[in-house]
């Protein structure tokens, strides 16, 4: 069976100057259909690129990356799209959903881009939306609703396209600890209804939600496996699940 | 899609309804201003067209100037123009103005009279509604008899002016016709007309010699014919051109309503400048959408929204937005074209056409002014839009 993800000795370079600076250094990672991985690094390490690249939102400088067997290489901004639209449901730290229309319009949008049916895509996004448990908040507004609910909404959005891999970027980052949770609660049930679910997070706490990690420092994997293993990495690095040592790494970039 | 895009788009116009109606407001000032000037010129046109219809476009005056009243053309060569090319000539008069003071009570009332012969009134299109009009035996005789129009039958006789006398210059003329109203039966007006036989009116002003006629083509296709005709007959009469003027109606019409046109074209070319402005106000307050809609942007970009997505989108608002102000300035150029028309006495309306240009050259600038900013929010990269606060 070919792997849903799969990374193969991929570099990100960015040009700044004379100087290149490597954002990916060579990652090779491998993720088949049903798992559920957190990719954990601190800020800069190059998690948000990887992600990128693993959400066709861009392309690595060298190396193949394949989703679903097919390689991304040089395609146009506009097949990208298609690509994310058929493949990827996308969760992001700031729900990302458009205050202007409802909550079923926001659910409704990647539907819309797929050129289907308004019908079609009214019943889609309403069973999506029933799936997170708000389909009663279908004709609100993202305002009028608290951020856990509107976090809700934007992975009723991800699931409306019946995508392969959902991929949630910090979906945890604006809430409370008690919200967060249940957000984290609700993945784990996704994931054991068969989603393969990708987590990209600075958070060991939430990271350890997951199945599998995979540790990213400076552009390398320097952990990839089983959650119960990835205690003696994060002591040989000295990286503290205390959120101070995270803040410090924010504020430098 | 399209439909969505439509919503979207009215939406967005909806939601910054100050914004949208400041951006608006130069197309509504322009289109207003092209509606308005091209109704107003076309009414002034129109106006003009119907002043000369009513003389009769096929009319060629001819006037021969001489003051030592020596040159002459005689009303016998005319007559037998008239008779010899009967599909180019309809008909003619002469035409002898003559002072006329008319006496009602004991007080001189000055007006003119016209000395015309049998063909004159039927030339002109005019209806006699009582009696007769001026006969060949009247011009032949020299008949004292006049026909009048209603303002003189009325002023004067109370309406009961036939068989009646009235006093021209001390002289008795009998009342033989009255023409139907034609204006307002007002002073000045088209009714406030006396006809008498030429004869008459060119003894009364001490003169054997005819001066002007009015000579009238078949139709508005032989004018040239009959103007070529009568230049011939001046020419063989009296020789030098300094002596004689053959003036076509349809020339001074044509000539006017072509002065008219430019002076039209000049002002809506003035008009079309302020829409050129309005453009780039639309696009300037589409870059600003664009880069204010820069997340919103990378969302749709993220969840599979290709460039012509985005794009069209864009070029949709702004569309919508030069679209409304078409409208808007469609409905005010009509208001201030209908009551400019009122307050001028002039019928003016507001052409099809007109309408139906101004809303697609308004259309046009959205999407010609909305391109670029579409073009940049289509183009912008989606992680760099995400990212973007």
């Known amino acids: ?253 | 899609m399209l439909w969505k895009c439509f919503k979207m788009a009215i939406n967005s116009v909806i939601s910054n309804k100050m914004r949208s109606l400041l951006t608006m407001l130069g197309i509504i000032i322009g289109i207003t201003a092209v509606i308005s000037l091209v109704s107003l010129m076309s009414g002034l046109t129109s106006e003009v067209t119907d002043a000369f219809e009513e003389v009769g476009i096929e009319a060629i005056s001819v006037a021969v100037t001489d003051r030592a009243d020596t040159i002459e053309l005689p009303v016998e060569h005319v007559d037998e123009l008239a008779q010899k090319y009967p599909d180019i000539i309809q008909g003619y008069s002469p035409s002898v103005t003559m002072p006329a003071y008319i006496k009602d009570g004991t007080e001189s009332v000055m007006s003119s009279a016209t000395g015309v012969n049998e063909q004159y009134i039927d030339l002109y299109g005019y209806k006699i509604e009582y009696g007769r009009g001026i006969t060949y035996i009247d011009v032949e005789r020299m008949q004292k008899v006049c026909v009048i129009g209603t303002y003189i039958a009325k002023e004067f006789f109370d309406g009961d002016a036939l068989g009646k006398t009235l006093q021209i210059t001390g002289t008795p003329y009998k009342v033989v016709g009255i023409i139907e109203e034609r204006s307002d039966s007002e002073k000045d007006s088209d009714d406030d007309c006396i006809y008498v036989p030429y004869t008459v009116a060119a003894h009364t002003v001490h003169s054997s010699k005819i001066s002007r006629y009015i000579v009238y083509a078949t139709n508005q296709e032989t004018v040239e014919a009959a103007e070529t005709l009568i230049e011939q007959l001046c020419d063989k009469d009296i020789g030098d051109d300094d002596y004689y003027t053959v003036i076509a109606m349809k020339a001074i019409a044509e000539s006017l309503t072509s002065i008219l046109d430019s002076m039209g074209a000049v002002l809506i070319a003035i008009a079309a400048i302020s829409l050129v402005v309005a453009g780039i106000g639309i696009m300037n307050i589409m870059l600003v959408s664009v880069t204010e809609r820069t997340r919103e942007i990378g969302i749709r970009k993220s969840l599979g929204a290709k460039q012509r997505d985005i794009l069209s989108q864009f070029i949709m608002e702004a569309g919508m937005l030069s679209c409304i102000g078409g409208v808007i300035g469609i409905a005010f150029g009509s208001l201030l074209a209908v009551g400019a028309g009122k307050l001028l006495d002039m019928n003016v309306l507001p052409t099809p056409a007109s309408i139906i240009v101004s809303f697609t050259v308004s259309a046009a600038i959205g999407v010609f002014f909305g391109f670029m900013p579409a073009k940049k929010a289509a183009e912008l990269n989606p992680i760099d839009a995400l990212r973007y606060d």
């Open chain 1, 1 to 253: 069976m070919t792997p849903l993800v799969e990374l193969k000795d991929v570099y990100k370079i960015y040009k700044m100057g004379d100087t290149s600076v490597h954002a990916l250094d060579g990652i090779s990672l491998t993720i088949e259909k049903g798992e559920f991985v957190a990719i954990v690094g601190q800020s800069g390490s190059g998690k948000s690129t990887c992600m990128n690249i693993i959400g066709c939102l861009d392309v690595a400088t060298k190396g193949t990356y394949k989703l679903n067997g097919r390689r991304i290489g040089n395609y146009s901004q506009d097949e990208l799209a298609e690509i994310r639209n058929k493949m990827l449901g996308f969760i992001f730290q700031q729900y990302n959903l458009i205050p202007k229309l409802t909550v079923l319009e926001n659910v409704q949008l990647p539907l819309l881009y797929a050129g289907m049916r308004e019908s079609e895509q009214r019943a889609r996004a309403l069973a999506s939306l029933e799936r997170v448990g708000l389909k009663a908040k279908a004709g609100n507004y993202p305002s009028q609703l608290s951020g856990g609910q509107q976090q809700r909404v934007s992975i009723a959005r991800a699931l409306a396209g019946e995508p392969s891999v959902i991929l949630a970027d910090e979906p945890t980052g604006a809430l409370d600890s008690r919200t967060g949770r249940e957000v984290m609660m609700f993945l784990q049930k996704l994931n054991r209804e068969g989603n393969t679910i990708i987590l990209v997070t600075h958070d060991n706490s939430i990271a350890a939600r997951a199945k599998r990690i995979v540790r990213i420092t400076d552009g390398r994997i320097v952990y990839d496996g089983p959650v119960e293993g990835d205690v003696t990495v994060m002591q040989m690095h000295g990286a503290g699940e205390e959120a101070p040592e995270d803040e410090k790494a924010k504020g430098a970039t």
